[in-house]
Structures are given as C-alpha cells and as structure tokens.
C-alpha cells in the first residue's frame, strides 16, 4: 500500500532548463510534505518542505507546489546545474509525525 | 563538527550471523530512527526512538533489534530472522518530534547509511 508514490523512476533535463519532479499521495490526513535529494552512498538531505494548508512554497531555485484536490505535489528546480543530478525523494507524514513516509524517488540527470 | 556518524559504511555477512550497525549523533537530538532504502522503493521505517530507554516498531520492524541506552547513540542488530537483509540502512535524527503537536515539518537529518550485504 504506497501511500505516497512517485510515478517517474527517472527524469533527464538540459542545464539551465526547468526540472518537475512530481509525487502523488493517498492519504488525506497527511499535513507535511517534504523533498529530500540524495547522491549515490550518501545519505539524504532536506531541500524544502510544506504545509498542507499552503499552496507553494519557495526557497531560491526550489519551489514545491501543492495541488492538496488532486493530492499532487511537485518539485520545480529553476535554473537546473549538473550539480542538481541525483535521486529525489518525495516525503510526507500527518499528526503521527515519527510516520515519514517516502515516495519511490526519481532519479535526475541535468546534462551539461 | 555536529552530525550523524554510521559505521561501518560497508559489511559483508554471512546467511545465519547477526550483525550490528552503529549510529553516533553529537546534535543532541532527542528521537533517532532506522531506515532501509531498497533499489526502485522509498525508505522504510524499521524502529524509531524519542527518548531514551524507548523505541517503537516501525513498519518493517521483523528481524531487526535495537537499543537506546544513551541519548547519542541509537544502534540496530540485524538478526539471521531477517530474511532480506541486503540493503542500504540509514539512520536519521530529529529535534521537532514532539508527538502530535503541529510545529512545521518533521525534518529528519540523515547519517551517510550503512551497506549490509549477505553472501
């Protein structure tokens, strides 16, 4: 039972250009979504987070959009650099906050 | 220099051994969490703690072990009941893990994980 799902394994983007990560989620009780980005033997590291009661959040070339009708969020990285290539996983947990639960994860590859 | 230290970052094992991973955090960070990261899946939670002396089951919490002993340190035994064992094991820690209260976003740091690898 994936609750929360990421539908694309892998995502390839020239530099420069727009990346769009998207997850999709089942439960309606979760109220915190989050994007981690994680290389390869290393662990994951937060990149942003929202709140289920806004609709985007932005942080410098990150924004993350909420769409809490069609339980749809997603990542947008403007400008994309090579140094954006990696595994990002879409997260997200309601009042039993120990719960995170993680999407699949997508893999992108920004080409120089 | 504050973190999460996880060793050994490579083991091998062999089928019928337990065996033992570490997680070390100098952040003073009250709840710490094992994960599992398995090739085309999410991260599941095998076993979190909030305080010390208690930890809770997570969703895959079968042939895994662990302790609390001390607020630093947060160590998961895999068991020879663990029938898939082979996997990327990280451990996570958090300061905003407050029950049900509603103050922004569980952010978990996560150490580098550990590669378990049985032969």
């Known amino acids: 039972d994936q609750q929360v799902k990421q539908n694309s394994p892998s995502l390839s983007v020239q530099e420069g250009r727009i990346s769009i990560l998207n997850c999709d989620y089942t439960?309606?009780?979760?109220?915190?979504f989050l994007w981690y980005k994680k290389y390869p033997a290393e662990g994951p590291t937060f990149l942003i987070s929202?709140?289920?009661?806004?609709d985007k959040n932005e942080d410098g070339r990150f924004t993350v959009f909420l769409n809490k009708s069609a339980k749809h969020l997603s990542l947008h990285i403007v400008p994309s650099q090579p140094g954006d290539s990696a595994v990002y996983f879409c997260a997200a947990h309601g009042e039993y906050r120990n719960k995170l639960v993680f999407g699949a994860g997508t893999i992108l590859r920004v080409k120089s | 220099d504050g973190g999460i230290t996880q060793s050994p970052k490579y083991l091998f094992r062999k089928e019928g051994q337990n065996v033992t991973l570490s997680c070390e955090q100098n952040l003073n960070h009250d709840a710490m969490y094992w994960y599992r990261q398995d090739p085309g899946q999410g991260l599941r939670l095998i076993y979190y703690?909030?305080?010390?002396?208690?930890?809770q089951k997570g969703d895959i919490a079968e042939g895994y072990s662990v302790s609390r002993e001390k607020k630093e340190s947060f160590p998961l035994t895999v068991t020879s009941a663990q029938k898939n064992p082979t996997a990327f094991y990280l451990c996570a820690t958090t300061n905003r893990d407050r029950g049900p209260l509603r103050s922004g976003a569980n952010v978990l740091t996560f150490g580098a994980g550990s590669r378990l690898t049985v032969l």
């Open positions: 703690s909030q305080i010390v002396n208690d930890f």
């Open positions: 929202i709140s289920s009661i806004k």
């Open positions: 439960n309606s009780m979760f109220d915190y």
